[in-house]
């Protein structure tokens, strides 16, 4: 069983940056494969970016060349790097966690185990 805390969201301006980070307990950190994930109000929860037990990395058009993701094996946390914030991208943001997860699979939020509490991002304009 796999333990997911996220922490980092807040209010910021539009432009702005924020960095959440993802720790993960209670498994092999190394061997899994993580995601973030948000959902607005009334929307779809949508795929964020990904990356893999091999550090390759995934992202959504939306957040390309303004998000990044990365992981620090060491301190079994997962980070994503917000930059260039709009207010589309407010929304809560979810870290998620699977051992299992193929290529094809990793952008769909429905093949992922575990889950954190979310966290909340709030853009202003």
């Known amino acids: 069983q796999v333990q997911l805390v996220e922490s980092g969201g807040g209010l910021v301006q539009a432009g702005g940056s924020l960095r959440l980070s993802c720790v993960a307990s209670g498994g092999s950190f190394s061997r899994y494969t993580f995601g973030w994930f948000r959902q607005a109000p009334g929307k779809e929860r949508e795929f964020v970016a990904a990356?893999?037990?091999?550090?390759?990395?995934h992202y959504a058009e939306s957040v390309k060349g303004r998000f990044t993701i990365s992981r620090d094996n060491a301190k079994n946390t997962v980070y994503l790097q917000m930059n260039s914030l709009k207010p589309d991208d407010t929304a809560v943001y979810y870290c998620a966690a699977d051992s299992r997860i193929i290529l094809s699979s990793l952008r769909y939020h429905a093949n992922y185990d575990y889950w954190g509490q979310g966290t909340q991002v709030t853009v202003s304009s």
């Open positions: 990356i893999r037990y091999s550090s390759t990395t």
